[in-house]
């Protein structure tokens, strides 16, 4: 590590910090660029080249695995989170679906900030430049997608050729038909209906960040772990690493750390609540009383189905899946996204129009993942309902003065009457899909519910079709957890302005799910590349 001077230092090198670091050193004026990441890097593990095998990095050396402090509506059980400690970040562990949050939920949030840039429209050119779409000469809309970007996006029915056919497609999309959701095609910004999911996958195999965003160009350390931004006065002038040497920025500092591990070093740099900063020995370098507030995730309930005859063929782990096209990827091929009844959403909402918003989501998987106690052998397939836009709010802090002593996370999930009103709704419906439509029925003999050690796991029972409020909530309460898609703990409007610029001091901007004031639907790599390349080229524009 010779040369500890850039015009640029970027702290984290995960989905954002590449694409930040890639495009900053592509930009017109050649800056140096300095990217710092904490893990190693991955080149040369094939588990980190695609999705499924992918499954078990989950809890290894390329995943922090913070565990959160007891979760008192969660039946005060201890979540593990996940999050990248990878060159790549979370995409080396992610699982490849690529669905961008609804237009409504991208213009909440530029409403809020006071800035288009952040609305659908906005980023509606981010997003483009960031695909090369599989369908450019089938109709494709080219106002809403890209073809010429670094991440190749496909459907499932169109990898592999066509030939990843999958025997359940059919009777999941006519199970949700015969409920009344209706199709959608990916246009204009909505994501409400049924749709075939998009992967960001590429002949089959993972593109993670550190690969579809070269960094030849940039200056690379992995193992490299930031203790502090360090400052004159108000100014960040570098970083200070673990190990007490410093690294220097001429222009800026970019935080790209995540949304667990950025509100963890702006506190250790003296940008905080002043009383955290105080019972810590942190010098105040700027009060900032919202760090580390707002965190958000997407909170979930996963089921596993029983299958009535798994000889024919539908789940991963049968001996009939011999077609390699079928392994190229999770085993998916729809994604429900819905708004709440009128009679339900009315109690919480009093706007018509708000009361139109998309807040829970379904997806079929023909494998249990990490289910506990339940097989992957062909027995079941699982479906995973979630929270698109939950108002459950959580909260990241410090336990030390040390970087290598893991944040404080309390995440607070399922904490509001609204977020319970629509997971119940939506596990409703997702047990209605799979156990009493004329497609499933024949299909699927029950649901299982997980087992295992931990109290949560003891004494449950399958859950049915007419399965009350309370048995649902309670099994939300005992297994429900979240989707690893955490953000809002420096937000835009409280903690760093509408450029990412950290409020208060000079020379420091955030660049990551942490700015994200507010849920956004979808799943949310498809949106964190497209707000890194627009916040890429207004950093760009200012050096």
């Not at 695609?50 to 979760?71: I, K, T």
């Not at 999930?413 to 009493?436: G, N, V, W």
């Not at 997980?450 to 109290?455: A, D, L, Q, T, Y």
């Not at 796991?457 to 939300?476: N, V």
Request: aromatic share 6%; proline share 6%.
């Amino acid at each position: 590590m010779a040369d500890l001077i850039a015009d640029y230092v970027v702290v984290g090198g995960g989905l954002t910090g590449c694409v930040i670091a890639s495009r900053l050193s592509q930009s017109d004026k050649k800056p140096k660029v300095i990217l710092l990441d904490a893990g190693s890097d991955p080149a040369g593990n094939p588990a980190a080249a695609s999705f499924l095998s992918g499954l078990s990095l989950l809890g290894g050396e390329y995943d922090y695995a913070y565990q959160s402090e007891p979760v008192a509506n969660t039946a005060n059980r201890v979540h593990t989170l996940n999050a990248g400690k990878v060159l790549g970040g979370g995409s080396i562990l992610n699982f490849g679906g690529w669905l961008r949050a609804d237009a409504a939920d991208y213009d909440e949030w530029a409403e809020l900030v006071g800035d288009k840039r952040w609305s659908y429209e906005g980023l509606k050119p981010w997003f483009r430049k960031t695909e090369s779409f599989y369908d450019s000469g089938s109709g494709a809309d080219a106002d809403e997608h890209g073809f010429e970007g670094p991440m190749h996006v496909t459907s499932i029915s169109a990898s592999e050729s066509g030939e990843r056919k999958y025997l359940l497609r059919e009777p999941v999309r006519k199970a949700w038909v015969e409920l009344g959701v209706s199709s959608n095609s990916h246009k204009n910004g909505s994501i409400s209906g049924l749709a075939e999911m998009l992967e960001n996958s590429r002949d089959g195999m993972r593109q993670p960040s550190n690969t579809a965003y070269p960094l030849t160009d940039v200056k690379v350390f992995t193992n490299t772990t930031v203790q502090r931004v360090t400052f004159t006065e108000t100014t960040a002038t570098g970083v200070e690493l673990a190990d007490g040497r410093k690294v220097t920025a001429r222009k800026e500092v970019i935080l790209c750390a995540g949304a667990y591990r950025t509100p963890q070093v702006l506190l250790l740099s003296g940008i905080g609540p002043s009383a955290t900063l105080t019972e810590h020995g942190i010098p105040v370098v700027r009060e900032s009383p919202l760090v580390g507030q707002n965190l958000h995730d997407h909170f979930a309930i996963y089921l596993a189905f029983r299958l009535r005859d798994p000889g024919i063929g539908y789940a991963l782990g049968s001996s009939t899946w011999q077609n390699p096209a079928l392994f190229k990827g999770l085993p998916w091929d729809w994604v429900v996204s819905q708004p709440l009844p009128t009679d339900i959403i009315a109690k919480h909402e009093p706007k018509a129009e708000k009361q139109k918003r998309n807040l829970w989501e379904v997806i079929t998987v023909y494998v249990p993942p990490g289910i506990p106690g339940i097989p992957v052998d062909g027995t079941h397939i699982a479906t995973s309902t979630m929270l698109l836009l939950p108002n459950s709010r959580g909260a990241v802090s410090i336990r030390s003065g040390n970087i290598e002593d893991a944040p404080r996370i309390q995440p607070n999930y399922f904490s509001t009457p609204l977020d319970r009103d629509t997971l119940i709704h939506a596990t409703r419906q997702t047990l209605k899909a799979m156990l009493a439509t004329d497609p499933m029925n024949t299909i699927i003999e029950s649901e299982s519910p997980p087992s295992g050690e931990g109290e949560s796991l003891r004494g449950l029972t399958p859950l049915t079709a007419h399965a009350s409020d309370e048995e649902i909530e309670e099994r939300i309460r005992r297994t429900g957890m979240q989707h690893h898609h955490s953000g809002g703990t420096a937000a835009m409007g409280k903690v760093v302005d509408t450029e990412g610029k950290v409020l208060g001091v000079k020379g420091l901007r955030v660049a990551d799910a942490s700015i994200l004031p507010i849920p956004l639907g979808g799943h949310p790599q498809a949106t964190l590349y497209a707000v890194a390349e627009q916040l890429a080229s207004l950093i760009a524009s200012d050096g």
